[in-house]
């Protein structure tokens, strides 16, 4: 039994490896740990306390994945519900669909009794509130819901500690995994924009067969190199976790044009081994949290850095 989370996923560990120990199924594993991050307000990137976008509303995404079955419950775009990752699986068991947005992902949320609440804390207000006093104008300010938003959207692209997410990757005795992902999104994002946290292929997959991947950072990229699937797929066809994760590491680094940052890679090979790597060095920041059956202690799994020296991803 092993369950690897990123670094966001620290608060939900406890609950994710108390399900796994109870024998709960793994889509329980993490969606408890997934829901643990999301109602913590000192996680400024997922859930409440998320930042908001650059209207000051907190969108949510958030998605599981069965490795089974391979079915995929995935929402994006949900305001105003705390556990974004529940209104996912509730997607994955009643409807024909994988994927929901904006008010259709809120009315199904409304339709299965979802918890709503007030996702933007005094504390994320407060951080939106002075960045745009920073950095637009006072009529720029005033304006702000009439005129055009698409250049506040890459200014507000500069700030590393934008793009978090959590994602947890689990693995029970019986050697079934599964995916739960979760994220506010880049802070003051253009409203709608979806990233690759619930989107299948690009930030999470998986694959009983082969095993899981999911993806942090900069969710454009992912989305343009489909990141995880690339990986499961990789393994599918016979390439070590390692050789995967620094193939789909490369086809990152080959991307041209539009929004280009950091990205991290979380897999599990179909053995429960781990893997974690990212395209930029950031010592200890983004360590990854492992857990394995029988330990006492959550591990902490510094990234393999694969990039030059530049920042550029090799
Ligand atoms: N990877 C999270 C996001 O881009 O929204």
């Avoid at 990123?6 to 969606?31: F, I, K, Q, W, Y």
């Avoid at 740990?33 to 998320?50: C, K, Q």
């Avoid at 000051?56 to 556990?83: I, K, N, P, Q």
Wanted: proline fraction near 4%.
């Amino acid at each position: 039994m092993v369950i690897l989370a990123n670094c966001e996923g620290l608060t939900g560990m406890p609950a994710a490896r108390d399900a796994l120990e109870a024998g709960r199924s793994v889509l329980d594993v993490v969606e408890q740990g997934v829901r643990a991050v999301e109602a913590d307000p000192r996680v400024h990137s997922v859930g409440r306390g998320g930042h908001p976008n650059l209207l000051g509303e907190v969108e949510c995404d958030a998605a599981l994945m069965d490795g089974a079955t391979r079915m995929v419950g995935a929402v994006g775009a949900l305001s105003g519900y705390l556990h974004a990752v529940s209104v996912a699986r509730e997607l994955l068991q009643r409807l024909p669909h994988a994927f929901l947005v904006g008010a259709g992902a809120a009315r199904f949320a409304a339709e299965v009794g979802a918890e709503p609440a007030e996702m933007l804390t005094p504390e994320a207000r407060g951080t939106h509130e002075r960045w745009l006093a920073e950095h637009l104008t006072p009529e720029q300010r005033e304006r702000l819901g009439q005129g055009p938003l698409a250049p506040h959207a890459w200014r507000s692209s500069q700030t590393l500690i934008s793009r978090g997410t959590v994602v947890v990757l689990a693995r029970n005795a019986r050697g079934e995994f599964a995916v739960g992902t979760s994220t506010s999104g880049w802070a003051r994002k253009y409203p709608g924009r979806i990233g690759d946290t619930a989107v299948v292929g690009a930030g999470f997959y998986v694959d009983d067969r082969y095993g899981a991947c999911a993806c942090t950072h900069s969710g454009e990229m992912i989305l343009r190199a489909g990141t995880s699937r690339a990986v499961v797929l990789a393994m599918q066809r016979g390439a070590t976790m390692e050789e995967a994760c620094a193939d789909a590491i490369g086809d990152l680094a080959r991307l041209r044009g539009g929004y280009l940052g950091p990205v991290l890679i979380h897999t599990l090979d179909r053995h429960g081994r781990a893997h974690v790597v990212s395209t930029h060095d950031y010592g200890d920041r983004f360590a990854a949290c492992l857990w394995r059956e029988g330990s006492l202690e959550i591990e902490r799994v510094r990234p393999c850095v694969l990039a030059t020296p530049g920042g550029g991803a090799t």
